[in-house]
């Protein structure tokens, strides 16, 4: 069987606050766009297959997996990647001593800052639950969940709940 015939097209979307104009193949991963078209080699390759959350980025908001989502799909839409994120989000996980060789790191900032962004998220689910996505193979998540609730704390002071966000 022949295999499907791959064409360049040019998207247009937007890269971390940027409106950038892209030529892709039509069957490349995002991750690939982002890595060796834009430069943008923070963002981590770990499984290649969704499984590890290493590549992960905001799409329009949300965590994807980006070696999961076909770079047409980023189309008129808007991507946040680890080199917006400010580095104050890398700061609750080196006080837990939540990174070790680093492959991970990029990926669970994304999905910390996500759920930064988003406390509202946990009087829902957990911090594990909405981290799961991200393995890590070093530390083990005790340091993330704690450096992230921490972090959660001391940006919502305000906030009284049941004491069981991990
Ligand atoms: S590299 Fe994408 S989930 Fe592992
Ligand atoms: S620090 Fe090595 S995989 Fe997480």
Same mark, same amino acid.
């Given at each position: 069987m022949r295999a499907p015939e791959t064409h360049s097209t040019e998207i247009h979307l937007v890269v971390n606050g940027e409106s950038t104009r892209v030529s892709v193949d039509t069957d490349e991963r995002l991750?690939?766009?982002?890595?060796?078209?834009? $430069?943008?080699?923070?963002?981590? #390759?770990?499984? $290649?297959?969704g499984e590890c $959350?290493?590549?992960?980025?905001?799409?329009?908001?949300?965590?994807?997996?980006?070696?999961?989502?076909?770079?047409?799909? +980023? +189309?008129?839409?808007?991507? #946040?990647?680890? #080199?917006?994120? +400010?580095?104050d989000r890398l700061g609750h996980m080196l006080e837990s001593g939540a990174t070790q060789c680093g492959a991970c790191t990029p990926g669970v900032v994304i999905s910390s800052h996500w759920v930064r962004e988003n406390?509202? @998220?946990?009087?829902?689910?957990?911090?594990? #639950?909405?981290?799961?996505?991200? @393995?890590?193979?070093?530390t083990g998540y005790d340091g993330i969940v704690e450096g992230l609730a921490a972090a959660i704390d001391a940006e919502n002071p305000d906030t009284h709940d049941n004491g069981e966000r991990a």
């Open positions: 991750l690939d766009t982002l890595r060796l078209r834009l $430069g943008l080699t923070g963002t981590k #390759e770990g499984c $290649g297959e $959350g290493a590549c992960t980025v905001l799409l329009d908001g949300l965590p994807v997996n980006a070696c999961l989502v076909p770079a047409v799909q +980023a +189309a008129g839409r808007s991507v #946040e990647t680890i #080199e917006s994120i +400010a580095p406390p509202h @998220l946990l009087r829902t689910h957990s911090i594990r #639950e909405l981290m799961a996505g991200n @393995l890590c193979r070093c």
